[in-house]
């Protein structure tokens, strides 16, 4: 059971937009620590794709992009390809200075 | 270029103990808290635990407490993690990554993994 809350899975055809949630507590996003997005293509090691809640690192596309709102967070991927089909993460802090893991959601590219 | 390469990972019988490497290289390695996280055979990220640049504060997720034990050699470019009284579920792939203060403590580089593997 992760501490923060993701769909295990999303799908969509090339060219839509879909979004992944993330949902925290008032331990870890809810009080006031920045969400981070990873992309994990099959069989490599999990790359940072937003950081700061809103942030791209150079290189990643704008078709990412994310949001926070009090307890939750979101990831939103819009003209989809199908090099986009990945497992995406959230991460943040709690309280307690630990590092915290969403479950994870594995994107299909229809 | 900036690179973390992870080692030391194996077979292990339950209850016995490895010592993971991390070496770091293309920055300023005593600059930076570092991390270990781990992924168990299909599942999600979890991390594992964290040192300050300096190795005065460690923190760990409950479940490795005073089981594993992280730490660097700031001189060596090197991150450690010892790993004692190894369960079945510690079974994963172990991944050092660094933490970028600039990026609101986000895990910016990543290693590419270590397999751990507890079976008798």
């Keep these: 059971q992760s501490v923060l809350t993701q769909p295990p899975s999303v799908s969509g055809a090339p060219g839509?937009?879909?979004t992944i949630s993330c949902t925290g507590s008032s331990s870890n996003i809810g009080a006031g620590y920045d969400v981070h997005w990873y992309q994990q293509l099959p069989g490599t090691a999990p790359k940072l794709l937003i950081y700061g809640n809103s942030n791209r690192p150079s290189g990643v596309p704008d078709r990412f992009s994310g949001s926070k709102s009090g307890t939750s967070a979101s990831l939103a991927i819009t003209g989809l390809q199908a090099e986009?089909?990945?497992d995406y993460y959230c991460q943040s802090y709690d309280t307690s200075l630990s590092g915290v893991?969403?479950?994870?959601?594995?994107?299909t590219v229809l | 270029e900036v690179q973390l390469v992870e080692s030391g990972g194996g077979l292990v019988q339950p209850g016995g103990s490895l010592r993971l490497s991390c070496?770091?290289?293309g920055f300023t390695f005593s600059s930076y808290w570092m991390n270990w996280i781990r992924q168990a055979p299909g599942k999600g990220l979890e991390w594992v635990a964290n040192i300050k640049q300096d190795g005065s504060?460690?923190?760990?997720?409950?479940s490795v407490k005073g089981r594993f034990t992280i730490s660097r050699d700031n001189a060596k470019n090197s991150l450690y993690l010892q790993i004692n009284s190894l369960r079945a579920e510690d079974t994963a792939v172990y991944y050092c990554a660094r933490e970028n203060n600039d990026w609101s403590d986000a895990f910016d580089i990543w290693g590419q993994g270590t397999m751990v593997t507890v079976s008798s």
């Design chain 1, 101 to 107: 893991f969403g479950g994870g959601t594995k994107l």
């Design chain 2, 57 to 62: 504060e460690k923190y760990y997720v409950d």
């Design chain 2, 23 to 25: 070496a770091v290289s």
């Design chain 1, 84 to 86: 986009d089909e990945a």
């Design chain 1, 16 to 18: 839509q937009r879909v």
